[in-house]
């Protein structure tokens, strides 16, 4: 039957391109197919028909312009809201997505390296916390999905987004699939990934854990049960490659071990020797070694791939071979030898290759490249297997992939197939993308709708402006994935900027006088007293000169700097030009008292007795404390405040051994540290956090990793043990593993016991009340109980956002006004000092140690952004769009009017 459609089309659609983002929002929704995403050329690019987009590259679709767009904006919840809608389970994806828009990106060549887009994206998961999955039913059709790893929950979340009744059946007792069981921990936090999966999943989806198909239901049952069945199984069972003595004991597959060790971590580990080969050539196999070593196996890793055509990144390797795993590249396995029926060795032969009649590369091994790795277990981690035969009958590959159709189906009525059994992904984002279109496909079948979508072309717009490469902002590149290296050979430069510290502070370098004790109006001023001549009191005391207010600074010690000055050694700050910047402050003519305890004497009453109006406490932690564990007062134990300040004055220090463990997760335990290595010949810092802030510059952190110094996160310090009154040992309790270890050492130090010293201000005035760390407690206002007393001690912040924030603090008291200190940091830019390094989920390996993730700062990320670019946007054709307006109520950006049509001649 032919239609015709008589249209009287008053109004079109306009994109303004300079507000366009490109998020796709409007080809999407057009009923017509008349909106298409255009590309300006880029001058050193070539553009082909087979140029990528700025939409190419990701399965899921995600745009990197559009994270880039709102990053740079500082729309960090409109990034987050676009990037949940193309990907359900975004945190995890970000953590071990494949970054296949980096490489299909060729604008990256004029940056020299592409834009960072998972960390972008893991940035902006970090700064907003998403809501649960909300989920309508409209339709009564009911689906069962079997399998709950990353295409079945995609699948899931597609057909309950659509209003269907969802029931996820899955053989363990958990989901998460492969996720769960196959991606080690120090890759993918197991906690993250259970956050994003009870997101997506809630209580509208049914879910039936610990259910086999084929064994404990049969698939003709749910084929009864449920209007269409997904299998969505996976590559869930592992492979042995079959030459001479694989058949006997000890010769395990890399899934059946790595399901062992992820699935039952409360199980001892036993599956495996002590002295363990693993042969294959890719990630898995990189992920296998590492598992098993940091399980205290000694391991080698076997691939027959050369290093130039490994599918697996250089990081990948480094960090493999950083935890003393030995690796052959170009290497093949030739036979197993046994004793009794034990492994006892494996011989091996290194590989040429040379091009056979065909013209394939082939691998020999010649005569003489023979050679042999005593072991007594071999690991096959060759790839992953595809069986659903348990399942039911399919029509199916000689390796075991299940055959569908274009829209997902199989052999059997109403069975539908997507992610890796369907052999069309082989990661966690394209098993996604399987399941996300097979769910679409299942809902088009059901409602009777199997039209394909009209889509319009893709086209480089020849008639925009080009963009040139000088007009690119060339930003450096942000990378939240590094692995060190050891090295001696390395001029250290002290790890902390004093000079931008000061100037960020307040202090120029040509300081203007701000305070005249001897002017007519000085005394008009309202009086302040700052206690504490620390940055924060330095940058306190600045602010409110600047805004006409009368500051003094008392100080305890003899001279400013606080712990820049005290407890920093020249690792950490340079002092010649600490001196130089505190010289420059006093030319500002802010009164300091030096060797004076304000709160103490003089006292608050004095203060006040003297016409001080309003008294800011901003003093530091500056005492050291021994936390209430055994025998941390044994001989060769420190606090870390006290010896920090010795190595500071580099004043001789008895007791020290051979081989020292720091506790701690400040710049001040990685400062002692990396003192420690030049006095001791052996030192291990550990860390309390497995997904929190080391809080210690980046720089200082790989300096110190550079320097020798051993890091070891995730892990928490529970005692000493000694011997004769001389410390031997630390216990450590790792989290990741659930047991509790002893370090052998001769000296601990330790740290993150730091308190502020206000115990006699206390005292004197018991209207002030101070917290376990001894910081005085305040109102939202930062307001202590005695009026016209305020403290900044508490805040999470750097030394000099601290300090602005109490100069704000004391002109709201004076001026009346509702500040409300969690209300300002929010709207506030805050000076982001220091930088602070987030690391991941970490196990303690015997050989190795690693510095994992971490996350983009605000600045690093909207740097980053601000590489990527725009070029892409999206354009209408005239001669299709029909006006409904469709397209102008969805765009986020409001990029989209309706405009009057032009009068036909």
Not at 713 to 731: I, P
């Amino acid at each position: 039957m032919n239609l015709t459609l008589n249209m009287d089309k008053r109004l079109e659609a306009v994109i303004a391109e300079s507000k366009c983002v490109n998020c796709d929002s409007c080809s999407h929704t057009c009923p017509v197919g008349a909106i298409g995403e255009g590309e300006r050329p880029v001058e050193g690019l070539i553009l082909s028909d087979n140029a990528p987009m700025s939409s190419d590259g990701c399965p899921l679709g995600i745009v990197p312009q559009v994270l880039t767009s709102y990053i740079k904006a500082g729309r960090i919840r409109e990034a987050a809201e676009y990037l949940y809608s193309k990907n359900p389970m975004a945190a995890t994806c970000a953590a071990v997505c494949d970054q296949y828009c980096q490489r299909a990106d060729r604008r990256s060549m004029l940056l020299g390296a592409p834009v960072n887009v998972r960390a972008l994206e893991r940035y902006i998961i970090d700064k907003h916390e998403a809501k649960p999955c909300s989920y309508k039913i409209k339709y009564d059709e009911k689906i069962a999905i079997i399998g709950g790893g990353p295409a079945g929950i995609a699948a899931a979340n597609g057909l309950a987004s659509k209003g269907y009744r969802v029931t996820i059946i899955e053989a363990d007792e958990t989901l998460g699939g492969s996720m769960a069981w196959g991606i080690p921990g120090f890759r993918l936090d197991k906690d993250m990934m259970d956050a994003d999966i009870a997101r997506v999943i809630t209580d509208d989806i049914e879910v039936r854990t610990g259910v086999k198909v084929g064994i404990d239901v049969t698939l003709e049952e749910l084929s009864d049960q449920f209007d269409a069945v997904i299998v969505a199984t996976g590559a869930s069972k592992g492979a042995i490659l079959n030459f001479e003595g694989t058949d006997g004991d000890m010769v395990l597959d890399g899934v059946s071990v790595l399901r062992t060790i992820n699935l039952e971590p409360e199980n001892e580990f036993t599956a495996v020797g002590e002295k363990v080969v693993v042969i294959g050539g890719g990630r898995f196999a990189v992920d296998v070694s590492r598992t098993i070593a940091r399980k205290g196996k000694e391991v080698t890793c076997v691939a027959l791939e050369d290093l130039d055509t490994l599918n697996v990144p250089e990081d990948y390797i480094n960090a493999m071979v950083a935890e003393g795993i030995n690796f052959h590249p170009q290497t093949a396995p030739k036979r197993i030898n046994r004793n009794n029926g034990q492994v006892v060795s494996m011989d091996l032969g290194k590989v040429t290759y040379r091009t056979n009649e065909e013209g394939k590369e082939v691998p020999t091994i010649a005569a003489g490249d023979e050679f042999q790795i005593s072991c007594d277990t071999v690991v096959f981690a060759v790839g992953r297997r595809f069986d659903a035969s348990q399942i039911g009958t399919f029509e199916s590959y000689p390796d075991g992939v299940i055959k569908t159709d274009k829209i997902g189906r199989t052999s059997l009525p109403k069975v539908f197939a997507c992610g890796d059994i369907t052999g069309f992904s082989n990661s966690v984002v394209g098993a996604m993308l399987s399941g996300r279109k097979t769910a679409d496909n299942v809902d088009a079948v059901l409602r009777g709708r199997m039209f394909p979508k009209r889509t319009a072309e893709f086209d480089a717009d020849a008639d925009s402006r080009e963009i040139r490469k000088e007009d690119i902002a060339m930003v450096r590149a942000q990378h939240e994935q590094r692995f060190f290296s050891r090295s001696s050979k390395m001029d250290i430069v002290p790890a902390e900027d004093i000079v931008s510290i000061m100037r960020g502070a307040g202090v120029e370098e040509d300081m203007p006088k701000l305070i005249d004790t001897e002017a007519e109006d000085y005394a008009s001023k309202k009086k302040v007293a700052v206690i504490g001549g620390g940055v924060a009191g330095i940058t306190a005391a600045i602010s409110l000169a600047k805004n006409g207010y009368a500051p003094t600074i008392f100080e305890k010690t003899p001279c400013l700097g606080g712990r820049y000055r005290w407890f920093a050694t020249d690792k950490r700050v340079d002092a010649d030009k600490l001196e130089e910047e505190l010289e420059n402050f006093m030319k500002s003519g802010i009164p300091v008292v030096l060797n004076a305890s304000g709160g103490i004497k003089p006292s608050i009453s004095e203060l006040k007795a003297d016409g001080y109006e309003a008294i800011l406490f901003a003093v530091g932690e500056s005492m050291g404390v021994r936390p209430d564990l055994p025998k941390v007062y044994a001989k060769g134990v420190f606090e870390m405040v006290s010896l920090a300040s010795r190595l500071s004055r580099e004043l001789e220090i008895n007791s020290l051994g051979e081989k020292a463990i720091v506790t701690g997760s400040d710049e001040m335990a990685v400062d002692v540290a990396r003192k420690l290595k030049v006095f001791t010949k052996d030192v291990t810092l550990i860390c309390p956090c497995s997904r929190g802030q080391l809080q210690a510059k980046t720089a200082a952190i790989m300096d110190a990793l550079e320097e020798g110094v051993n890091l070891v996160t995730g892990t928490e310090f529970s005692g000493a043990t000694e011997e004769l009154g001389k410390v031997t040992g630390v216990d450590i309790y790792i989290r990741e593993r659930d047991i509790t270890i002893n370090i052998p050492c001769d000296t601990l130090v330790i740290g993150d016991t730091q308190k502020a010293d206000t115990a006699t201000i206390i005292a004197r005035d018991p209207a002030l009340k101070g917290d376990e760390k001894g910081t005085l407690i305040t109102d939202n206002a930062l307001q202590t109980p005695i009026k016209g007393v305020l403290a900044i001690g508490g805040l999470d912040m750097g030394s000099v956002a601290a300090g602005i924030m109490g100069a704000v603090a004391v002109e709201n008291f004076f001026n009346g006004g509702d500040f409300n200190v969690e209300d300002t940091m929010n709207e506030r830019e805050i000076p982001e000092t220091p930088d602070h390094e987030i690391l991941e989920g970490r196990t303690i390996a015997d050989k190795g140690f690693e510095v994992g993730t971490r996350l983009l700062s605000t600045k690093q990320a909207r740097q980053e952004a601000s590489r990527y670019i725009p070029v892409g946007f999206h354009r209408i054709d005239g001669a299709r769009c029909i006006g409904c307006g469709l397209c102008s109520e969805v765009c986020p950006e409001g990029a989209i009017e309706l405009m009057p049509c032009k009068e036909v001649e």
